[in-house]
């Protein structure tokens, strides 16, 4: 099985484990300590689909159905969003923000699997309410709620649709939308990730565009977004109506705005 996913991992002894345990339902220690290869044909079967499957770059978290974000494990299936280490920074933003500010109400629009959603409602006072246009990414997140004992107000619909009717009521709108440009080129682990969770047309601006329609004419917000670096000087001139500032991740590399609408 090693061999079979050195094509596609730089660890391929350690995701040969992860695998093995996620179909054998064994802990990684039983199976370094006492497996003898005993596995039954259906196992070994499953087991060698997952290596394949693997080795052809599709991502590990999908077939160990985990991932981590901001120290907590979240559940994960094909077909929604792999949470990014980066995006942890835009929920100590936020935090710090909602901390300063004295902010009461959150909305995390495209929650995906939930991860700042729950991110934030575990570590502050908000109340906090999420959006996803992805109805598979709504069950997911609701489940990763619910096993972390975060409360959040789940609402499926684009943009700030399902919220409209009390966006008065709303302090800070965040987000993590698709951003990238259709024509770029992606690896393959990436392009098995949900391409609406991804694209955004061919300047990777499709989101923004849409969002500040929305977002303009509403007083006394904050908004916090990840974007990318080179989308910097066309989210200015998108931003006519509003002060925006620039943050960066914690590689140092410039990746998410804050809007004072
Ligand atoms: C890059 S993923 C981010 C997911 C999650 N917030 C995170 O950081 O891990 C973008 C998410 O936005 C959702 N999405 C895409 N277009 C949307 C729209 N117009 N309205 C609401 N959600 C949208 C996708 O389904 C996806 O879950």
Redesign the pocket.
Same mark, same amino acid.
């Given at each position: 099985m090693k061999n079979i996913l050195s094509s596609a991992s730089e660890s391929p002894g350690t995701e040969a484990l992860l695998i093995l345990s996620t179909i054998t339902g064994m802990t990684k220690e039983r199976i370094l300590l006492s497996f003898e290869n005993k596995i039954d044909d259906e196992l070994s079967k499953q087991t060698l689909e997952s290596a394949t499957l693997r080795s052809n770059g599709f991502p590990l978290q999908y077939i160990t159905k985990k991932c981590y974000?901001y120290g907590l494990e979240f559940y994960i299936e094909e077909g929604?969003?792999?949470?990014?280490i980066e995006?942890e920074t835009?929920v100590d933003l936020a935090l710090e923000l909602i901390d300063r500010e004295n902010l009461r109400t959150v909305v995390?629009?495209?929650?995906?699997? *939930? +991860?700042?959603?729950i991110a934030i409602a575990l570590n502050s006072d908000c109340e906090v309410y999420a959006?996803?246009?992805?109805e598979k990414?709504i069950s997911i997140a609701q489940k990763n709620a619910q096993k972390q004992g975060a409360r959040i107000n789940f609402l499926r *619909? +684009?943009?700030l649709?399902p919220v409209k009717p009390f966006i008065h009521k709303i302090d800070l709108i965040i987000?993590?939308?698709?951003?990238i440009p259709t024509t770029a080129t992606l690896p393959k682990d990436v392009l098995a990730e949900?391409h609406?969770?991804?694209f955004?047309g061919e300047d990777g601006l499709d989101?923004y565009k849409?969002?500040f329609k929305e977002i303009e004419f509403i007083k006394g917000k904050h908004v916090m977004m990840?974007f990318s670096l080179e989308q910097r000087d066309q989210l200015k001139e998108l931003c006519y109506f509003g002060n925006i500032s620039f943050f960066h991740d914690q590689f140092g590399k410039i990746r998410f705005f804050h809007i004072k609408i």
């Open positions: 974000f929604v969003f792999i949470p990014r995006t835009l995390d629009i495209g929650t995906g699997s *939930g +991860a700042i959603a959006t996803d246009i992805n990414a *619909g +684009a943009f649709e987000s993590n939308p698709p951003y949900p609406d969770a991804l955004a989101f849409q969002f990840e």
